[in-house]
């Protein structure tokens, strides 16, 4: 199974950029045996993850992307899920209603290419994950390339995975492996 393999005691799983939390709890309860954390810098997305994960037994953390982890975390990560803002700052404007209007901008802008949030996340992520450890960023189908070069420089292996039911596209990395 992608989350046990051979390292002792139960897989860390981090959920960066938690938001309500919805990615981690849906992993811990799919997943009960994981040590989950989840992170956000946004005050009332980090209050309404607790709710969410700590119900399930996971822990919430908050500020700024790994700042808000515990160091001992460090080198220990399995599978690093991330839903960083990726809208390019002026493309911000363009969004239905009902995303810029209501969500908070710190959580849609992702600087002027959409991508200053995976760049820092693939240097800094290196660090975080355990040999053969998993990084999955979420990403616009425009932005694909962007997110897979990134990656790709860090030192990941690199791969692609698309849902049409759910219109979601995420960038999947494997630190310390050939293939993913």
């Known amino acids: 199974m992608l989350l046990i393999g051979n390292h002792p005691g139960p897989p860390v799983v981090v959920d960066l950029c938690c938001g309500s939390g919805a990615v981690g709890a849906a992993i811990i309860r799919e ?15 980090v209050q309404c993850s607790r709710r969410n994960i700590e119900s399930v037994g996971g822990h919430v953390h908050a500020g700024d992307l790994f700042e808000a982890l515990p160091p001992a975390l460090r080198g220990r990560v399995r599978v690093l899920t991330v839903n ?3 809208v390019p700052t002026e493309a911000i404007g363009t969004m239905p209603p009902e995303a810029r209007l209501y969500e908070p901008v710190v959580s849609l802008d992702g600087g002027p290419d959409g991508l200053d949030f995976h760049r820092r996340i693939a240097a800094e992520g290196i660090r975080w994950l355990a040999s053969g450890g998993y990084l999955l960023i979420e990403t616009s189908q425009r932005q ?37």
Do not use: C, K, M
Request: glycine letters at 10%; aromatic letters at 6%; a negative charge.
């Open 31 to 45: 997943f009960p045996d994981v040590e989950l954390h989840a992170a956000d810098i946004d005050p009332a997305a």
């Open 144 to 180: 694909v390339a962007g997110t897979s070069e990134i990656l790709a420089a860090a030192g990941f292996a690199v791969r692609t995975a698309h849902s049409e039911e759910l219109d979601g596209t995420v960038v999947v990395g494997r630190l310390g492996a050939e293939r993913v």
């Open 84 to 86: 960083a803002p990726y």
